[in-house]
């Protein structure tokens, strides 16, 4: 009796397994994340070797070539001066802010390009926490929800104002989605989609990302508003609720190391899953290629495809723009 099965045979040339192909990678499936700061001068992020804090003109650039690469969306991330930032965070609603004013440049130089906000106190909070902190009676920090909620309100109609496309809440405050979504469609804004990071980790892979913004909590942690690492069923919660209050698309971050969370939640939600690799997941895949440990090509392929495969319909990656180049070569 000779063997009947062989699934070797479905890997037996290009062709064959390009037809057998479960999951594909294409540069449409990416969301292009930019840093931007309010200088002539583009500076590389010594954080976070290959990114750029990008001048307008930078940005503006950038941007475009991604665009013409096939990439759909960008995501903006402002590194906002010392000076203009305060406990009330006010300069995230400032109609002549950075943001404002990238997003109306970028939208006049490429009207097709999709413009994606973070939503997020951050950037703009002298106390590097997503939300507003007040001390509690006993002296602990609290990151105040309800009175978060309502800047973060400000904060989209600021960005919907300067005709961006989707703006992504990132601070994980409770309620946030259906008050953004009141908001908006409050002053006639109902075409501006929300992408909410609903899942969102209390995670070490985004130390990276704050050196860049400079934008590290200056006491506490995240813990209160970020989710446990441990917990999955808890992911599952955040969805139901993001989806109830009206997010059109839901994000899971990290990527890499909650590919169960991206499988889980994309089988219980009908909405598109977006998935973000992080900061410290790129500076991963970086360092351990610099001297020619791994094949940076492949293995950031590599981990694009995983998260892809795991139920991701879109995935935010600084490896955008390169992997759309490397994609095209392929
Ligand atoms: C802040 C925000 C963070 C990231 C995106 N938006 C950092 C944080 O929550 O502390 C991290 C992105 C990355 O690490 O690449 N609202």
């Given amino acids: 009796m000779g063997m009947h099965i062989r699934p070797r045979r479905n890997r037996k040339s290009p062709a064959v397994r390009s037809l057998v192909q479960e999951t594909s990678l294409s540069a449409s499936d990416f969301i292009y994340p930019l840093f931007l700061h309010d200088k002539e001068v583009d500076e590389q992020i010594e954080s976070m070797p290959g990114c750029v804090r990008w001048s307008l003109t930078g940005l503006i650039k950038e941007a475009g070539e991604a665009y013409a690469l096939g990439v759909p969306a960008v995501v903006l991330f402002p590194a906002i001066d010392e000076s203009l930032k305060t406990s009330d965070a006010a300069e995230c609603h400032n109609d002549a802010g950075l943001v404002p004013r990238a997003v109306r ?17 951050d950037p703009y909070n002298s106390d590097g926490h997503d939300g507003l902190v007040e001390k509690d009676a006993n002296g602990e920090l609290e990151i105040v929800n309800d009175e978060t909620v309502a800047v973060l309100c ?12 989707i703006v992504s809440p990132s601070d994980m405050m409770d309620g946030r989605v259906a008050a953004i979504r009141d908001a908006l469609d409050a002053s006639g804004f109902e075409k501006v989609s929300i992408l909410s990071y609903s899942a969102k980790y209390a995670s070490a892979y985004y130390g990276p990302f704050r050196g860049a913004l400079e934008s590290a909590p200056k006491a506490g942690d995240k813990k209160t508003y970020q989710m446990d690492p441990a917990n999955i069923r ?4 955040e969805i139901e609720l993001d989806e109830a209050e009206g997010a059109d698309m839901i994000m899971v971050k990290p990527a890499g190391p909650y590919l169960d969370v991206i499988a889980k ?9 977006a998935a973000y690799q992080v900061s410290g997941e790129y500076l991963m895949i970086k360092a351990a290629s610099k001297d020619g440990w791994v094949n940076e090509k492949a293995i950031a392929l590599e981990s694009l495809m995983g998260i892809k495969r795991a139920g991701a319909s879109m995935i935010l990656t600084y490896y955008a723009k390169l992997a759309a180049e490397w994609l095209k070569d392929a």
């Avoid at 939640?265 to 899953?273: A, E, F, G, I, M």
């Fill in 234 to 237: 808890e992911a599952i919660r």
């Fill in 154 to 165: 400000e904060q989209a109609l600021c960005h919907a104002r300067a005709g961006v496309d």
């Fill in 265 to 273: 939640v994309s089988d219980h939600t009908t909405l598109p899953v």
């Fill in 105 to 121: 440049a970028l939208k006049d130089a490429y009207p097709g390009l999709c413009v994606i906000t973070d939503v997020a106190l």
